[in-house]
């Protein structure tokens, strides 16, 4: 027997025309590229994302075709997605600060026929139109006054294109399984890798992303958009901020401690997502200042792990509450968070840190498991390592145009490539990706655990470690550290440091003082480029 309650598909130009609707004086406040501050409210961009669906429309954009964006965070933006999405096109964002050479295999893989380009990176698509064949037009995000010139064929000016399309456009009723976005994973190795979401898939992570479990936005909050809208929708925010009917605050390329701290403060946020890396300069920042965050509820830190050290400030020093998020280009991106339980309320604060250092639990939606070598499922006991795999309404079926793809298996489990453990509260701990993993005699050390640590000493800015090849153990690791500036730590007081925290055979055998460490194009560590750095090193346990 059917149920008898009504059915309407799950796409996305529906959190538009709803947000409109129901939400339509929320600001949304942007710094641009031109320099301004720009404000106008959800009504606002109902208006113009149907006048820029239109004006596709008319320049001969079909659904399914691929529209690309290289832009930052802002207004134009945000009406590129849910123009793109709704008129039933793809909305491939591209993120500029890739290689030139692994841009232009995305935007060729992506096949798209336009590209939406900000001010600042004009110059770079420039540099590879020669590459680009198949783009028919592009689109420079700004108005007249502000065109600059280029070699570039068929370019537009945004503001005038979108003035040409018409109000009364009506979105199109689409199958919510019609792919809506397309987003290349950073790939540290090999190609990038096409993640193709559908219409339904980013409305229930949307959806997902109000439980107070997730994020919790509400109409009360307003949100600083830090991580970046071509990083998977700003992990979603592009769409669950307008569902909960909250502020919306952009950054444009002003990423920097004392641009986030200005919007923080002037914006009144109540809560912001970034990455740690960017988090460190705010810090930096608001020691510099003697600064404070008397608005900001909470933040959002994921991508790489949250060092002790930023949970602790942030929540002990500055009132604010930190939620460690884990996910991926493939997920959606959110996976797990992490909040504590009423039964850690009783836990003193390093008991507390100590939960919350991990990456959290599952949220509605989605399902864990570790698995062993063999493929086993591994238990929940908080200690047993294993590779990580996830299946559920926003996890990748597989990579677009990727032949023998094995990443996900015939029970549906998607490969993550991340080691982690499960405790038997259900929290799951990242302890590598599982190239990183050092494999030391047959034990598994955790590169991200001895990393964690050595950041935790004063003296230490910046940390990676790595395996070295060793004779008697197969790999040991190195620790690569940046000195905080005027230190004088040496490498025999850092590894009895370490040795405070873990077991004597896991305290690397190394370190190795560098004045920076090399960074990929999402924030996070490049270790292959410091495999590579110090393959052939001779650690001193060698002879
Ligand atoms: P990306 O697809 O570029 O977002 O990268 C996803 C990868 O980032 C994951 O597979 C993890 O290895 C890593 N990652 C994301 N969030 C975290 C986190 N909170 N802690 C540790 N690693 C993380």
């Known amino acids: 027997m059917d149920g008898m309650m009504q059915e309407q598909p799950l796409i996305v130009s529906g959190i538009l025309t709803f947000a409109e609707r129901w939400h339509p004086t ?241 914006e009144q946020c109540t809560v912001s997502l970034a990455v740690p890396t960017i988090w460190m300069m705010l810090m930096a920042h608001l020691e510099s200042v003697d600064g404070d965050l008397p608005a900001l509820d909470r933040v959002v830190i994921g991508g790489s792990a ?64 570790i698995v062993g070598e063999d493929g086993e499922v591994l238990p929940h006991d908080g200690e047993t390592f294993g590779r990580l795999q996830i299946k559920g309404h926003w996890i990748c079926s597989g990579y677009y145009k990727l032949e023998n793809d094995t990443s996900v298996d015939a029970d549906g489990w998607f490969e993550t490539g991340d080691v982690a453990t499960i405790d038997a509260d259900g929290y799951m701990q990242i302890t590598d990706r599982t190239k990183d993993v050092i494999k030391s005699g047959g034990e598994w050390i955790s590169s991200i655990e001895l990393e964690n640590i050595a950041v935790g000493h004063a003296d230490i800015q910046e940390a990676a470690v790595i395996a070295i090849e060793h004779p008697k153990w197969d790999e040991r690791p190195l620790v690569v550290a940046v000195r905080v500036a005027g230190s004088t730590i040496n490498s025999v007081d850092l590894l009895a440091y370490i040795g405070r925290f873990v077991a004597k055979w896991q305290v690397p055998d190394a370190v190795e003082f560098v004045d920076e460490l090399p960074h990929g194009a999402t924030g996070k560590l490049n270790k292959l480029s410091l495999r590579q750095k110090f393959q052939g090193y001779k650690l001193p346990t060698a002879d």
């Open 26 to 266: 929320v600001e949304i406040v942007s710094r641009t590229a031109e320099g301004s501050v720009h404000r106008y409210s959800y009504a606002d961009l109902g208006v113009r994302s149907r006048q820029l669906a239109s004006a596709l429309q008319a320049l001969g954009v079909a659904p399914g075709e691929r529209v690309a964006t290289l832009a930052w965070n802002g207004y134009r933006h945000l009406e590129a997605y849910y123009a793109v999405s709704g008129m039933g096109a793809v909305l491939h964002t591209v993120n500029p600060r890739l290689f030139p050479e692994q841009l232009d295999y995305i935007i060729n893989h992506g096949e798209a026929s336009i590209v939406l380009v900000d001010l600042s990176f004009v110059p770079l698509l420039d540099q590879l139109a020669d590459k680009l064949s198949q783009i028919e037009h592009v689109v420079i995000m700004t108005d007249r006054a502000h065109m600059p010139s280029c070699k570039l064929a068929n370019v537009h000016c945004y503001e005038e294109l979108l003035d040409s399309g018409s109000r009364a456009f009506a979105w199109p009723e689409l199958d919510e399984r019609s792919a809506s976005a397309l987003c290349y994973t950073s790939g540290t190795t090999g190609n990038p890798k096409g993640v193709l979401y559908s219409h339904r898939s980013m409305v229930l992570h949307a959806f997902a992303s109000q439980s107070p479990n997730s994020i919790g936005f509400s109409q009360r909050d307003t949100v600083l958009v830090v991580v970046p809208q071509f990083h998977v929708f700003a992990w979603g925010t592009s769409f669950s901020a307008l569902m909960a009917g909250a502020k919306l605050v952009f950054p444009g390329q002003g990423m920097d401690g004392a641009s986030v701290y200005q919007l923080l403060r002037e």
């Open 306 to 369: 949250c060092p002790e050290a930023m949970i602790r400030t942030f929540e002990e020093r500055y009132g604010v509450k930190v939620l460690h998020a884990w996910g991926m280009t493939e997920t959606g991106p959110l996976g797990t968070l992490n909040h504590l339980q009423p039964k850690h309320d009783a836990l003193d604060a390093d008991q507390q840190i100590a939960v919350k250092l991990k990456q959290g639990k599952p949220i509605y939606g989605v399902d864990l498991r």
